[in-house]
């Protein structure tokens, strides 16, 4: 053990013979050549220490885009993550497409305690912005619908491009590495990894939240948050299916794989207007999955079935065209025939024809179609939820940094943050603005 408080010309030798070995052992990551100058630093107790300026724990959406960014403002950048590949969740998004921002991002889209936290970074790096980089890259790409904006190709043309501006910023991207331990003193953040021990001033976490634990995804942000007594809301599942008690699921079993457009309404007036897909556990399509991140357990949801065609002067039209034509067959002209018998065994459809349908029936129908109130039974969780609600609590960071007013050097960006964005592009939006926002003071 290294007892003197002074470097021997001798020991420093052995420094420099050390580091040599060092850099060939640790090949096997990526490593720029400029960075292998951090490798072989000693600690007092003989332990190998590698230093960086920054050190960020989460090789996803938000990692990647912050580790290229603050590589190219000249800091020596060490990104780990846990996983075998980088941008693992990019590369599921969009079914293979990646939904990499929406044209409509405003602060209004996000979810948060505190809905003003946002704004800051939103504003200094905007959807246009990304699209530009996206656009210097040459990735071709076309909006679908609602502003939300996909690659042509395929997603892992996001993932190349972010690897390539890390590799212009001269980051050190290390996979499989798992974190054991992350300790905190004067000289910065110290990390003890699956097989060797680093330091940085500044350590950002980049790790995500419990969604898709498929793909790794695990609390380690929210417990190292909390070990430096940062506060964190409660998480839950965030635009993910609803699953239906087992009476109704069974009544509506038929309709699995149905589609209607819709308009769903939560208990708190929010509402989204886009398709319903009926499912096997219950309902999903991207009304749900916006709506699940504004519903509470035990809430109903308001369902109109027709959003587009009043089904009062509908009816009375076809009363006066087709008055022995069936109640049936006439809601089968703007509603799926499978849904219309499905509710016609629910009771909410009567078996008769347009001319035996009194008014008070038909009012009864109208209302039954326009708002069929439904109380889910819970969430498929985060199995399939594409975001995590809550995190960590941003009154304790800075708005304009990311950096925990309380820990200088440790910033939070991405998911782990308690913001929220709606489904279409929202929430890789906020990676990309808060991983900007944190890159600027590394």
């Not at 603050?70 to 941008?87: E, I, T, Y």
Request: charged residues 15%; hydrophobic residues 40%; proline residues 4%.
């Amino acid at each position: 053990m290294w007892q003197s408080d002074e470097f021997t010309p001798a020991f420093l030798r052995n420094i420099s013979m050390l580091q040599s070995v060092s850099a060939a052992i640790f090949r096997s990551g990526w490593h720029h050549p400029a960075q292998l100058s951090t490798i072989g630093v000693f600690s007092r107790r003989g332990r190998s220490v590698e230093n960086f300026d920054v050190i960020i724990i989460g090789a996803g959406a938000a990692g990647l885009f912050c580790a290229a960014q603050a590589g190219q403002r000249g800091k020596r950048v060490l990104l780990l993550d846990n996983g075998k590949k980088a941008g693992r969740k990019i590369l599921m998004s969009g079914g293979g497409r990646c939904n990499f921002t929406n044209l409509y991002t405003e602060p209004g889209a996000y979810l948060s305690h505190n809905p003003h936290f946002c704004k800051s970074a939103l504003a200094r790096y905007t959807q246009w912005d990304f699209i530009d980089l996206v656009n210097r890259h040459g990735i071709a790409w076309h909006e679908k619908t609602l502003g939300q904006l996909f690659c042509d190709d395929s997603a892992q043309q996001i993932v190349d491009m972010l690897l390539k501006e890390c590799e212009a910023g001269r980051v050190t991207l290390r996979l499989r590495s798992e974190v054991l331990s992350v300790t905190h003193d004067e000289s910065g953040y110290t990390l003890a990894l699956n097989g060797s021990t680093v330091q940085a001033e500044k350590l950002v976490i980049a790790s995500g939240g419990l969604s898709m634990p498929g793909l790794g995804a695990s609390p380690f942000g929210y417990k190292l948050a909390e070990q430096f007594g940062l506060n964190v809301f409660p998480t839950r599942a965030g635009l993910v299916p609803f699953t239906l008690h087992k009476p109704l699921l069974e009544q509506l079993s038929s309709l699995s794989g149905v589609s209607v457009p819709s308009v769903l309404a939560a208990e708190t007036g929010t509402t989204f207007k886009e398709a319903l897909l009926f499912t096997h556990r219950g309902l999903s399509g991207p009304a749900v999955l916006q709506l699940s991140s504004y519903w509470q357990p035990g809430e109903f949801v308001t369902i109109d079935l027709s959003p587009e065609q009043e089904l009062g002067a509908f009816l009375n039209a076809e009363r006066d065209a087709h008055p022995n034509q069936s109640l049936k067959n006439t809601l089968a002209k703007v509603l799926p025939r499978r849904l219309v018998e499905c509710l016609q065994q629910l009771g909410n459809v009567p078996e008769c024809t347009l001319k035996q349908l009194n008014a008070r029936q038909q009012s009864d129908v109208v209302a039954s179609l326009h708002h069929w109130r439904v109380q889910p039974n819970g969430t498929e969780g985060y199995r399939t939820a594409e975001v995590t609600l809550g995190g960590v609590d941003t009154s304790v960071l800075s708005s304009k940094t990311m950096e925990a007013s309380a820990m200088p050097g440790l910033y939070f960006i991405g998911e782990v943050v308690d913001v929220t964005g709606w489904l279409g592009g929202y929430n890789f939006q906020w990676a990309w603005s808060s991983a900007w926002a944190c890159a600027q003071a590394l």
